[in-house]
């Protein structure tokens, strides 16, 4: 059987293939794309037949690459891969930038640490060209062992097993009580559980496991995580924060703009967080580009200052209500 793909496959069918394998959903796959569910349904179809078998099997929680699938996907990903570092090339002979980066952002990293890390680098080395893609760290992981992207910046946990990456701790996340803040519980003589309890909280949701160490938290402070309102929606969390008296717990990083402005300000509570450390994941033994090395520098140099404008106003407040503020 002659197929011709030479001449008849694209590079939008090959990025639905890979689309479909990563998300295992055809619906989350569709979004990925910018595609309607039935639009891509009949697309698989075309590519299918073009193939000449069948590349996934479909269950009942979604669907996942049989042996041709998972073969046209490995193909897939390494012609895309080509062509993006093709795409970094001319544009380097152009003399458009100085580099290119591609990095993997865990949540938490995404929406609190990211955003100044990218401005910071636009700033000093304006034609760094940036890609971000946010995904959870199994995504990521897969993502960076393919080459698709250069690093991984997030929480940092323990692999299952042994891989081929190597982790580099830069800094913590700790859980930890957020307010706006002219809160009146700043004014408080004593922060106590039941002043904490009477409350509204709003909490994030976001992976189990981030999930299960809010709630392990929220328990030594003594506090009940049970019916609460949680959301996905970061910008709505902080909104109730600015605008109302509802407090949240969730790394404290997420809010690190709010902080930094000083719009938003930790609880000073004598509970200590459990350790969370996180920064950069990236394969072992190979060497960074030009872009890639810039990124790091900056992401370390902004740290710093972020960990300098984040810990020493919520000491302050902790030397100035040494003996007020024990949580009880």
């Known amino acids: 059987m002659k197929r011709y793909l030479d001449r008849r496959l694209k590079l939008h069918q090959l990025r639905i293939v890979d689309a479909i394998s990563t998300h295992k959903s055809l619906i989350k796959a569709a979004a990925a794309v910018g595609l309607t569910q039935p639009a891509l349904s009949k697309a698989l179809h075309e590519i299918e037949t073009m193939m000449g078998a069948r590349l996934f099997d479909r269950h009942g929680r979604g669907v996942a690459p049989n042996a041709f699938g998972a073969l046209v996907t490995e193909t897939a990903r390494r012609i895309l891969l080509d062509v993006r570092r093709l795409d970094i090339e001319l544009d380097r002979l152009a003399e458009r930038v100085e580099g290119a980066v591609a990095v993997g952002a865990l949540p938490t990293a995404a929406a609190g640490l990211l955003p100044g890390v990218v401005a910071r680098l636009r700033a000093t080395h304006p034609r760094v060209r ?26 940092l946990y323990d692999p299952p097993a042994p891989d081929a990456f190597l982790r580099t701790v830069l800094y913590q996340e700790p859980i930890a009580l957020l307010a706006r803040a002219d809160h009146p519980l700043f004014a408080a003589a004593r922060i106590d559980a039941a002043l904490l309890a009477a409350l509204p909280l709003a909490l994030p949701t976001l992976s189990q496991r981030v999930s299960q160490e809010i709630d392990q938290f929220l328990r030594a402070v003594g506090l009940s995580p049970g019916d609460q309102l949680r959301t996905s929606s970061l910008p709505l969390i902080r909104e109730m924060l600015l605008a109302t008296d509802t407090i949240t717990a969730m790394p404290r990083l997420m809010m690190a703009g709010d902080v930094l402005r000083g719009t938003i300000r930790p609880v000073p509570i004598l509970v200590e967080a459990a350790p969370r450390p996180a920064g950069l994941i990236q394969r072992s033994g ?43």
């Open 130 to 155: 940036v890609r971000i893609i946010e995904g959870r760290t199994e995504e990521m992981l897969s993502a960076l062992g393919l080459g698709e992207i250069d690093l991984v910046v997030g929480r």
């Open 286 to 328: 190979g060497e960074l580009s030009a872009g890639a090395q810039a990124f790091v520098e900056t992401m370390r140099d902004y740290i710093a200052d972020l960990d300098a404008g984040i810990t020493r106003e919520p000491d302050a407040e902790a030397d100035e209500h040494a003996d007020t503020s024990k949580v009880s």
